[in-house]
């Protein structure tokens, strides 16, 4: 069998600990036997980072910008523990923080749904994709004890030096007040990442605030949407027989409960940190969870939710078996190449990308999985596979 060709390099991230292990089998097992890989690999492990001091977190952003899809492994962000594990020269930055910032986008996290790991809530089907806004609000808020008595304003400060107040409280006794912030130009980008990635999925997008009692702050998100919408998408949600939905925060709660699935649920910050932890465990588990990175401007990098599952390649490290899901990190893959394979009108590679994702599915469904999994499954007597065995199984499968 000849392999599959590949037109345009794929930008291949690489990561740290046990992902970085598993990273190697599935290109082994999955991917090399079938597809001439092409891609521009970049080496983000810690220790690598640390020698170039994190320049390559940056040229591997700059080469997504410049080829538009990227594969990445979890990787360290570096805290006090890490500094002495690695001997690192600073605590680098997170570098999904770095490669966040420099594309510009909005993460959208979906779950991937197999027979024999169902949901908790019976009527979900389908995915619930959640993109959370990265950027303001209570993350880059501003606090303040108030001990006592007297009187805390907002207070903008124009270029020309012209005030303008917003009286927050008078305090008759002592509380607390806080001051946040967003920008519009985040919440246009967020906008337009949410309905290109839409658009790409094919499915419907919710976007929800409080916007009844924030009648300044939320009402912008809210209204900021709505121009994007009807300037640049209205007609292409048409064409694409999908719908664009704007409700209040609690009302879209409660409609998630009773849907079946198959929608982008867009979040403000904190609701998508929020959301996106109840509907990700309400699904089964982390290591089920795809997480793709999309620019305004249509980049795509796509990862595992999970991290470098560090407890994992200790014991690999003192030479103990591991059972480790490899299954969002193949999704990953999977994803990229059928992203390349699209722009590149490449029907092969889509196609692989497609039986490999059918090969991972049907192998836990014919009951083989690994450790995570066999804890919740509802398929009776599952065959526990250590970390390689199942990729092996899944390799067998395809
Ligand atoms: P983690 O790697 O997600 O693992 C936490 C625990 O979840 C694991 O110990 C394991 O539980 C379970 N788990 C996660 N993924 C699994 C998988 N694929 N298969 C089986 N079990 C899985 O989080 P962490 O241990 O808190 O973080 C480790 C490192 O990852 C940190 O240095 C952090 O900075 C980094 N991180 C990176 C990213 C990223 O690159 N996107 C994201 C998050 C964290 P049991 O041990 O109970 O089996
Ligand atoms: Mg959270």
């Given at each position: 069998m000849s392999k599959i060709k590949m037109t345009t390099p794929l930008v291949e991230m690489d990561g740290d600990e046990m992902t970085r292990i598993l990273w190697k089998m599935i290109k082994k097992h999955l991917l090399e036997p079938y597809i001439d890989l092409n891609t521009e690999y970049y080496d983000l492990g810690l220790e690598h980072r640390n020698a170039t001091n994190d320049q390559v977190t940056i040229d591997s952003a700059n080469a997504t910008k410049k080829y538009g899809v990227a594969v990445k492994c979890a990787t360290i962000t570096p805290n006090a523990a890490r500094m002495t594990e690695y001997d690192l020269k600073e605590m680098w930055k997170s570098p999904n923080g770095t490669i966040r910032a420099m594309l510009d986008g909005t993460v959208f996290r979906a779950p991937i749904v197999v027979k024999g790991i169902d949901p908790c809530v019976r009527n979900w089907k389908k995915p619930i994709t959640i993109a959370r806004h990265?950027?303001?609000d209570v993350y880059k808020n501003t606090e303040m004890v108030i001990p006592g008595p007297g009187k805390v304003e907002l207070v903008y400060t124009a270029e020309d030096g012209t005030e303008t107040r917003e009286l927050v409280h008078n305090y008759t006794g002592s509380g607390v007040a806080q001051g946040m912030h967003n920008l519009n130009g985040s919440i246009e980008s967020f906008a337009k990442s949410c309905f290109n990635y839409a658009l790409d999925t094919k499915q419907d997008l919710w976007f929800a605030t409080k916007d009844t009692i924030s009648k300044k702050y939320d009402h912008t998100f809210k209204d900021i949407f709505q121009e994007v919408y009807e300037k640049e998408y209205e007609e292409k949600f048409k064409a694409a027989g999908i719908t664009y939905f704007y409700t209040l925060i609690d009302d879209a709660v409660a409609r998630v409960m009773k849907a079946e699935g198959g929608f982008i649920w867009a979040c403000k910050n904190y609701d998508g940190d929020v959301m996106s932890d109840m509907v990700s465990s309400a699904f089964g588990s982390l290591a089920m969870m795809t997480s793709v990175l999309v620019s305004p401007q249509g980049y795509y990098e796509y990862e595992a939710?999970?991290?470098?599952?560090q407890r994992h390649y200790y014991k690999h490290l003192n030479g103990e078996e591991t059972s480790t899901n490899s299954v969002a990190t193949i999704f990953a893959w999977t994803g990229a190449l059928k992203k390349r394979g699209e722009l590149d009108e490449n029907k092969a590679l889509i196609e692989f990308a497609n039986r490999l994702e059918k090969a991972t599915l049907d192998t836990i469904e014919s009951g083989k999985m690994t450790k995570d999994l066999a804890l919740i499954t509802t398929i009776s007597n599952p065959i526990v596979l250590n970390s390689e065995e199942f990729i092996e199984a899944i390799a067998e499968q395809l």
């Open positions: 990265a950027y303001g939710a999970h991290g470098t599952v």
